[in-house]
């Protein structure tokens, strides 16, 4: 039950952002070797992140590295480094089909304590989201919006309509191999109050969490993806009013005039465990 409210790209090549990112109220970090470093700064970056993975002190928060590409001229030498160094996470960039996980898999190895996270960023990777998910080490998808929106041409709109059917499809092949699912990022890091819509958008569909490029926007992800008081109380209670009623022999237990059966149980025992974990964390 580690919550992933809030997973922050941190730019590999600003050593001092990810120094500062080791006290911040995150559930996990992207330490990004694509797109927020310029070209002529790759290797830097490399030789950098790897050196922070090595030199860990970040708590709880899982470590995850974006590498760049594998078509491109610095994507296997990420690859080589960065499995080395060892993250929670790597996560590729682009993925398109399972095979393209192949060589990543390779480099890992059978008992690597890495994991594969792939970025769901095309039409043909949401369309091949299924055996995306189900491949070998797969631990998690992270949603390109910007990048999926420009491929089939959507029109931007603060309701992501466009993108409701793709979102669906890459989530319901999530759920189905059980494995995480983070939200694109928002980009206007000013806009609260569009950032929180947004995030209540994702939160409703079934997300996890979602990633995010400004610390200022940590506050608001991790408020709409933490369960609300509210729903504590009352998967307390319905684990309360289920238990009760096994141990009195009661074919059906009945709360606040509604039916409480073992699927409510379980999603309820899911929602007391992740708001321990995330009291337990702060």
């Not at 610390?215 to 933490?226: D, G, S, T």
Request: net charge negative.
């Amino acid at each position: 039950m580690r919550p992933y409210r809030s997973v922050l790209y941190v730019p590999g090549s600003n050593v001092r952002a990810m120094d500062k990112a080791r006290t911040l109220p995150v559930d996990a970090l992207i330490l990004d070797l694509e797109d927020a470093v310029a070209p002529d700064a790759k290797a830097q970056a490399r030789a950098d992140v790897c050196d922070m993975v090595q030199a860990g002190g970040f708590g709880h928060r899982p470590l995850i590295v974006r590498i760049n590409g594998l078509d491109t001229p610095w994507g296997g030498q990420d690859l080589d480094a960065v499995v080395s160094a060892s993250p929670d996470a790597i996560l590729l960039p682009k993925v398109a089909h399972a095979d393209d996980l192949l060589p990543v898999q390779r480099a890992l190895g059978p008992d690597a304590q890495s994991r594969i996270w792939a970025m769901i960023e095309s039409p043909a990777g949401v369309l091949n989201a299924a055996t995306i998910a189900r491949a070998d080490g797969m631990e998690g998808f992270v949603l390109g919006t910007n990048d999926l929106a420009k491929d089939l041409g959507a029109r931007d709109r603060a309701d992501r309509l466009p993108l409701q059917g793709a979102l669906s499809m890459a989530l319901l092949a999530a759920r189905a191999a059980g494995i995480l699912f983070i939200d694109g990022v928002y980009n206007a890091f000013r806009d609260e109050d569009g950032l929180r819509q947004e995030c209540l958008q994702g939160r409703d569909l079934g997300f996890d969490g979602k990633t995010l490029i400004h610390p200022a926007q940590l506050a608001v992800a991790n408020e709409v993806f933490a369960p609300a008081p509210a729903a504590v109380d009352l998967a307390r209670r319905q684990v309360d009013a289920y238990e009760a009623a096994l141990a009195s022999g009661a074919g059906v237990a009945v709360l606040d005039g509604r039916i409480v059966e073992n699927l409510h149980v379980e999603a309820a025992r899911q929602t007391l465990a992740k708001a321990d974990t995330i009291a337990r964390m702060d």
